[in-house]
T-cell receptor, first 116, second 116 residues
Framework: AQSVAQPEDQVNVAEGNPLTVKCTYS??????LFWYVQYPNRGLQFLLK??????LVKGSYGFEAEFNKSQTSFHLKKPSALVSDSALYFC??????????????FGTGTKLQVIP | SQTIHQWPATLVQPVGSPLSLECTVE??????LYWYRQAAGRGLQLLFY??????ISSEVPQNLSASRPQDRQFILSSKKLLLSDSGFYLC???????????????FGNGTRLTVT
């Protein structure tokens, strides 16, 4: 069964500093990986995805993620954190079981706190 | 462009009362539709998914049911709410299987349900 792990419950970073939110995955076959962000009392918003191709994926709001097959990781990064980046971040892996729907497994989420 | 609407945004219901949460999608046809529950502000649990009108699959046994009376309408229901049904309910859509290879899930803004 596929799974993702987000080892950090919370990450604190000073405004202007680089940030990293960690994610590792376990899948059989090729991984389809995603990052989502959730602001309080809102739904999840898509940030970026890795399907195939370049290991460095660029997404919305200046975020990027680095796919590392040997380490089975897909860490989310941003060169300079903003206070407005404070939110809950989810890593996810997707599969397509029989039945025609997307089976998405989410990590437990990492709360990012950017300190002014 | 596609949009997804969920209502109500918040709901307080007594134990034993019925429930009906509605989700509609605009700007697309034949979407795959999903109901998730997020407990304690973190983990997301897939409750139901639907690949077409009248086609509902349940991921976990529970006190809830789902229906899809129209192509872009997805309803989450209960005949008698339990305290444990409290949570944040999220509706999501993705393109139908043949078109969803590279597509993320698109989430509504959720319904905060409190059962008292």
């Amino acid at each position: 069964a596929q799974s993702v792990a987000q080892p950090e419950d919370q990450v604190n970073v000073a405004e202007g500093n680089p940030l990293t939110v960690k994610c590792t995955y376990s899948v059989s076959g090729n991984p389809y990986l995603f990052w989502y962000v959730q602001y309080p009392n809102r739904g999840l918003q898509f940030l970026l995805k890795y399907i195939t191709g370049d290991n460095l994926v660029k997404g919305s709001y200046g975020f990027e993620a680095e796919f590392n097959k040997s380490q089975t990781s897909f860490h989310l990064k941003k060169p300079s954190a903003l206070v407005s980046d404070s939110a809950l971040y989810f890593c996810a892996v997707r599969d397509f079981p029989s039945g025609g729907y997307q089976k998405v497994t989410f990590g437990t989420g990492t709360k990012l706190q950017v300190i002014p | 462009s596609q949009t997804i609407h969920q209502w109500p945004a918040t709901l307080v219901q007594p134990v034993g009362s019925p429930l009906s949460l509605e989700c509609t999608v605009e700007g697309t046809s034949n979407p795959n539709l999903y109901w998730y529950r997020q407990a304690a502000g973190r983990g997301l649990q897939l409750l139901f998914y639907s690949v077409g009108i009248g086609q509902i699959s349940s991921e976990v046994p529970q006190n809830l049911s789902a229906s899809r009376p129209q192509d872009r309408q997805f309803i989450l229901s209960s005949k008698k709410l339990l305290l444990s049904d409290s949570g944040f309910y999220l509706c999501a859509w993705s393109p139908e299987r043949g078109l969803s290879y590279n597509s993320p899930l698109h989430f509504g803004n959720g319904t905060r349900l409190t059962v008292t």
